[in-house]
Structures are given as C-alpha cells and as structure tokens.
C-alpha cells in the first residue's frame, strides 16, 4: 500500500471507473462494489451523469436525443452542473460517513468527451474541473480500454436487446467513429499524465479475466484482502 493510498483517508475511498462505449464499466464497477462487500466494506455504487434526483434529470437531456442537440460548450456546462449536484448530495456524504463510493464515469469523462472527443479547451475545462470538484478528486481512477469498433458492437447489442418500451441513452454512441478513436487516445493521454492515480486494463477480454485484475489492483493499492 502506498502513502497516497491509505484507505483511512475519505478521499481514497473515492474509486472511479472510466472508458469508451462498450467498455463494461457497470459490469466491473457491479462486481468490485459486491467484492468490497463481501470483505465487510461499505460500498456504494453511483454514476455520471447522474447520480442524484436533479443530476439525473440533467442526465436525460445529455445521453438522450440526436447527436447535434448541443454545442460542445453547453454539454460541458451540463455536466458539471449535474457533478456539482452529485458531489453535494451524494459523493460527499458518502464519504464523511466512512463508505467507498465507486462511480460509474466522473470528471475525467468530460476532459475525454467533450475535451479530446469534441475539441473543447482543456485549460478551460480543468478550471471548470478545479472549481467544481475541488479537493474530492478519486483516489484511484480505472480506465477500461478496448478498440473502438469492438466497444461499439457491444454497446449496440447491448441497445438492441432493450425493451420496446425502455427509453435508449444512445447520443455517444451514435457520434462518428473519428469521434470515439479521439475518446479512446484522450482516456489513454489522462492516464499518461497521470500514472499514479490512473491505472487502465485492458478491456478486450472475458468480464471474469477484467474482473479478477481489477479486484487484484484494488487489494494492492490499498492494501485490502478481497476474495
């Protein structure tokens, strides 16, 4: 276990899953919350954009409807008012009161998306960033990484076993392909620039393969016996 990732610390509790389209995030961010569980941790589980009452309702004006509905600038501004919302209601409290919080996408989905995807000022972005979030930073950032046209085959079977009456949260999915190859190289970017906190697994593989690495990175990094 390292210094920066004592688990006493709130903010280390604070556990991010990231990546393209497709790339099983709910399904691992699912598996290590009932790992951390099992071993006698409170883990709750949570997502962006959403999360909260008011952050989901902002959710559906950002992954619902046409692919051109907002000007990269306005989609930003929309989800960090959502992740102030989430951070207010839910992340904050969760860790005062002692519990692991794994969310399902945070602030570096909006430097990936609307920063490399959509090509919006990454100064300005990290300001909004710095403002928003301030100190309630993860301490630990897992980024799924998988070839794009594999991410999107799956997100699309995933769409098209949906019930006819489920409402489809496509908008990503159907931006170009240029448009997720430049997603993919700016999750990667984020994770060069920062190894300590970002550790990305290679996400091409069966769910109980990604499972098992993600789960051996958690018991390292914080020193936890998990399984």
């Not at 929309?78 to 005062?96: E, N």
């Not at 046209?149 to 931006?175: F, K, N, S």
């Amino acid at each position: 276990m390292t210094p920066q990732a004592d688990p006493s610390h709130p903010l280390n509790r604070f556990i991010t899953f990231e990546g393209g389209e497709g790339a099983g995030k709910s399904t691992q961010i699912r598996r290590l919350a009932t790992a951390l569980q099992e071993a006698g941790h409170d883990a709750r589980l949570t997502r962006e954009p959403g999360g909260a009452p008011g952050a989901e309702n902002i959710r559906r004006l950002l992954v619902e409807g046409e692919p051109g509905r907002w000007t990269p600038d306005t989609e930003a501004l929309l989800h960090f008012a959502a992740r102030a919302d989430h951070l207010q209601r839910v992340i904050r409290p969760a860790l005062i009161a002692g519990a692991w919080v794994l969310s399902d996408r945070f602030a570096d989905s909006t430097i990936a998306y609307q920063g490399y995807g959509h090509g919006l000022d990454l100064a300005w972005l990290q300001q909004l960033r710095r403002h928003v979030v301030g100190a309630t930073e993860p301490g630990l950032t897992i980024i799924l990484d998988l070839p794009v046209a594999t991410g999107l085959a799956r997100a699309a079977r995933r769409h098209g076993t949906a019930a006819p009456a489920v409402t489809v949260e496509d908008r990503y999915e159907r931006m170009d392909r240029a448009f997720h190859q430049r997603l993919r190289d700016g999750f990667l970017a984020i994770a060069q620039d920062e190894p300590q906190r970002c550790k990305v697994i290679d996400a091409d593989r069966e769910p109980d393969e990604i499972a098992r690495d993600v789960q051996q990175l958690i018991a390292q990094h914080f020193g936890l016996k998990l399984g």
